[in-house]
């Protein structure tokens, strides 16, 4: 079983639309929880970080973290064309910066 | 955020040529960058772990030898494929840990190699 599980997807979804990313995880000694967005051919791209459970919201961006039932999630609100891309979690403890990533949901906001 | 610059950003070569890819930190020095690999429609995969002034400590299955790794200075770590083969077509990425010493990382844009 992977210590990280992520939703698989694919999502297609109509501009405007809530979407909801999740992941779950095994490792309790996860404490730090990123939300990366790659698109096709590039680098990720840094969306949200979070330490510990509870939200943070940034823009049309909520980073949620469950850590009870070891569940994150991200939510875009009023999602856009632009937000279509593949969408990457990801989970670390105290060892800076070796993280284990989700497999990666792809995203596709259709105008 | 930091910005990581990679280069190339994409390469192609003949089998059993060596591909050099460079890493740099433009605005922080990075004592830690990783190195990954990653196959389409898959996640990132953690090749090496690259410390300044010291040897990179690999993850298990990946050949040492045959992915070389450099981190002689505090802004750059480099990558050398050696003696590529059609099986190391692939798209690496490399990531560095924010400066303030955080769990962030922040990824160079990626190189396409693709062995003829």
């Known amino acids: 079983q992977k210590e990280v599980e992520q939703d698989p997807g694919p999502l297609s979804v109509p501009e405007g639309a809530i979407v909801s990313l999740n992941c779950t995880y095994s490792n309790s000694a996860f404490q730090y929880f990123m939300w990366y967005r790659q698109y096709s051919r590039k680098g990720p791209e840094l969306l949200m970080y979070t330490y510990s459970s509870g939200n943070k919201e940034d823009g049309r961006f909520t980073a949620q973290v469950d850590k009870s039932s070891k569940y994150i999630s991200l939510f875009i609100r009023d999602s856009q064309p632009s937000d279509s891309a593949t969408y990457l979690c990801?989970?670390?403890?105290?060892?800076?910066?070796?993280?284990?990533f989700g497999d990666g949901t792809t995203l596709t906001v259709k105008p | 955020g930091a910005v990581v610059s990679q280069h190339p950003s994409w390469v192609i070569c003949k089998s059993g040529t060596s591909v050099k890819i460079e890493c740099r930190s433009l605005d922080f020095q990075a004592t830690t960058m990783f190195w990954y690999r990653q196959f389409p429609k898959q996640s990132l995969m953690l090749m090496a772990t690259s410390n300044e002034g010291s040897k990179a400590t690999y993850e298990q299955g990946v050949e040492k030898d045959k992915f070389l790794i450099n981190h002689a200075s505090l802004t750059l770590s480099t990558l050398t494929v050696t003696s590529a083969h059609p099986e190391d077509s692939s798209f690496y990425i490399c990531?560095?840990?924010?400066?303030?010493?955080?769990?962030?990382?922040?990824f160079g844009s990626g190189t396409q190699l693709s062995v003829l």
């Open positions: 990801a989970m670390t403890g105290q060892r800076a910066g070796k993280s284990t």
């Open positions: 990531s560095a840990i924010s400066p303030r010493g955080s769990e962030k990382l922040f």
